[in-house]
Nanobody, 119 residues
Framework: QVQVVESGGGLVQPGGSLRLSCAAS????????MAWYRQAPGQQRELVAR???????NYADSVKGRFTISRDNTKNTVYLQMNSLQPEDTAVYYC?????????????WGQGTQVTVSS
């Protein structure tokens, strides 16, 4: 069982910045694919950004150029730096750890952290 814990959400004004953190347990964190998802009220959960074990990343079109995902394998932590935040970024942000368990994968979710962008 992998524990996933997010932190760093809050209230920010439009144009502001926040950094989310996600810590995942386990001795093989460097092999995990880590991702951030978000879910706004009445909406489906959507992928925001993903980072694989080699450091390769991909982003939703809506956040490209504004959000940056990164990882620190020494701390078992992935980050989401969010700049130029807009009201439409308001959502609960969830961290997901995709853990290789031979011969397949298991996905683990955190409890979510609220991000509210409002003046």
């Amino acid at each position: 069982q992998v524990q996933v814990v997010e932190s760093g959400g809050g209230l920010v004004q439009p144009g502001g910045s926040l950094r989310l953190s996600c810590a995942a347990s386990g001795s093989r964190f460097s092999f995990y694919t880590m991702a951030w998802y978000r879910q706004a009220p009445g909406q489906q959960r959507e992928l925001v950004a993903r980072i694989i074990n080699s450091g390769g990343t991909n982003y939703a079109d809506s956040v490209k150029g504004r959000f940056t995902i990164s990882r620190d394998n020494t701390k078992n932590t992935v980050y989401l730096q969010m700049n130029s935040l807009q009201p439409e970024d308001t959502a609960v942000y969830y961290c997901n750890a995709r853990v290789p368990i031979n011969p397949t994968f298991e996905g683990y979710w955190g409890q979510g952290t609220q991000v509210t962008v409002s003046s």
